[in-house]
């Protein structure tokens, strides 16, 4: 299974990005997905999660400010983020929990 995100860049502080994930096999409608994030010197933490019934999972930073949907029919799942801070700041990977695949990542830079 490949999974290839795209969508991230540079922002300014309050703006808004949406991050894509497809993935390459038709199984992705089965399986659990979510986004993870890295800054620079920290540890990798779970941004997100959707189970295959669509049920949503946010971590405390995350939480009214970012939503996770998916299109099994495109075998996509989606990270958009409102409200963007600086803290923000990282590289988003798409994870297939049920799988264990990761994506290669996606810079989102938040700055002004």
């Known amino acids: 299974v490949q999974l290839v995100e795209s969508g991230g860049g540079l922002v300014q502080p309050g703006g808004s990005l949406t991050l894509s994930c497809a993935a390459s096999?038709?199984?992705?409608?089965?399986?659990?997905m979510a986004w993870y994030r890295q800054a620079p010197g920290k540890q990798r933490d779970l941004v997100a999660a959707i189970s295959r019934d669509g049920m949503k999972h946010y971590a405390d930073s995350a939480k009214g400010r970012f939503s996770i949907s998916r299109d099994n029919a495109k075998n996509t799942v989606y990270l958009q983020m409102n409200s963007l801070k600086p803290e923000d700041t990282a590289v988003y990977y798409c994870?297939?929990?049920?799988?264990?695949?990761w994506g290669q990542g996606t810079q989102v830079t938040v700055s002004s």
């Open positions: 994870h297939d929990i049920t799988g264990n695949y």
């Open positions: 096999e038709n199984i992705f409608r089965l399986n659990a």
